[in-house]
Every structure is written in structure tokens, then in C-alpha cells.
């Protein structure tokens, strides 16, 4: 599998924003508060926050009351935008190796298994594309 933990983090970054913003208990939080609170080191964090604001999930501010908070509301986020926004658009499996055999069956078994890859990758990002932030969050 090519996709890393980071995807698991962002979306569990993401919840525990949403709780402490719908308790009105910050507009904006601090990356040290959830790297402390998450047990998620603070460069991980970084990247993670790097991304989401990048892919337009997240907003940042500067300063001494700064931090992220959310560009959108959670029932507007779906998991396969944070998907995007993490893993880029890379394969989930890889499929891709040297056969050395002379012999076609091993190319084309090759060749099989990478559609049947592809095919359920497909399908778990249309899954993805159906679920919210808001679906887990409930």
C-alpha cells in the first residue's frame, strides 16, 4: 500500500478541530495544542496543515491567538478531498516491477492484476467522493 498514516492523521486533526471550534472554545488552534494533545509531532503537523490549507480545507493565521481553523464547513469536506489533499494523486497500490521471465503469462498476469488494482482504487475513491468530515464527525 502507498498511502501513508499522515491521511489517517489529517482526518483525525480535522475532527478534533471541529470539537474544539463547535464548542466555542477557540476560533483559531494552535499546531503545539494539537501536536501535545494528538501525540502528532510538530513537523507531521506541519505538513498536514500545509496541505489542507493548500487544498483550501484549511485557513491559518499568524500570531500569538493564531492557528487553523476551518475554510469550509465540515459537511463540504469529503474524505477523498482530504485524501487529494495528502497523498496527491498517487496510485494506492503499486504494480510496477522488472519480470525478468521470457514467458508472456507473467506480463499478462501483471497487466490483470494492475486493471483489478485500479479497479478497486476506483472504487474506494467514489466511496470517498460519498463520505464528509460530518459523516464521521456524527
Known amino acids: 500500500m502507498a498511502y501513508s498514516l499522515s491521511y489517517s492523521k489529517a482526518i483525525l486533526v480535522l475532527a478534533f478541530i471541529s470539537d474544539k471550534i463547535s464548542r466555542e472554545e477557540t476560533d483559531y488552534i494552535s499546531a503545539k495544542t494539537i501536536s501535545e494533545l494528538l501525540n502528532i509531532p510538530r513537523p ?3 505538513l498536514i496543515f500545509n496541505n489542507l490549507v493548500r487544498a483550501g480545507i484549511l485557513d491559518s493565521k499568524e500570531g500569538i ?6 475554510a469550509k464547513a465540515p459537511k463540504d469536506i469529503t474524505l ?24 508472456k503469462r507473467p506480463m499478462e498476469i501483471q497487466v490483470r ?24 464527525l456524527t
Request: charged letters at 25%.
Open 44 to 46: 507531521t503537523l506541519a
Open 65 to 70: 491567538h493564531g492557528g487553523v481553523r476551518f
Open 80 to 103: 477523498h478531498a482530504i485524501l487529494l489533499a495528502i497523498e496527491s494523486p498517487k496510485p494506492l497500490f503499486q504494480t510496477n516491477f522488472d519480470i525478468r521471465s521470457t514467458s
Open 113 to 136: 492484476l494492475k486493471e483489478k488494482l485500479l479497479q478497486a482504487e476506483n472504487t474506494m475513491k467514489e466511496e470517498l467522493k460519498k463520505a464528509t468530515l460530518q459523516d464521521i
